[in-house]
């Protein structure tokens, strides 16, 4: 049997940011906003964090695409229904890039804003890049896309 993104069971990864994850849980579990000077006093660059909250919407969206793509690649539409494998390839792009979120090792503190992982999961570049451009890990081999 093949194995696909959506075999996988997120929680059981290697979180990449599980330290940052570990902190945030004692230190501010609901999130904070922090500010960083950048270039002198003026330049403050402020952003939200919540590694917490963060990482439960990663769980969250990773076990509803992994549904939706268990569900189309068990059904007989792929061989006939454009929108059907129009639609895997969309649940298996997320999936990418959400397994490749949770094993980076790059991300910093002001990686966390929950607020931005919907809208960065559909990423067709990301999907069709090569590993050495992404945190994927080697996971890309389990791409329903393969090149």
């Known amino acids: 049997m093949n194995e696909y ?48 909250k963060y990482k439960e919407l990663l769980i969250q969206l990773f076990n509803f695409h992994k549904s939706k793509a268990q569900k189309l690649f068990e059904s007989n539409d792929l061989l006939t229904d454009r929108k059907a494998i129009s639609d895997l390839i969309k649940h298996d792009m997320a999936l990418d890039h959400l397994v490749s979120t949770w094993v980076s090792t790059e991300k910093t503190l002001d990686s966390f804003d929950p607020n931005t992982v919907e809208r960065d999961i559909f990423d067709p570049e990301w999907y069709f890049s090569n590993d050495d451009f992404n945190q994927s890990k080697g996971y890309s081999k389990l791409r329903f896309i393969q090149f």
């Open 5 to 52: 993104l959506w075999n996988l069971d997120i929680e059981e990864l290697p979180c990449g940011w599980e330290n940052i994850y570990q902190e945030a849980l004692v230190d501010f579990p609901d999130g904070k906003t922090f500010k960083e000077t950048m270039n002198g006093p003026d330049d403050i660059y402020e952003f939200f964090s919540n590694p917490v």
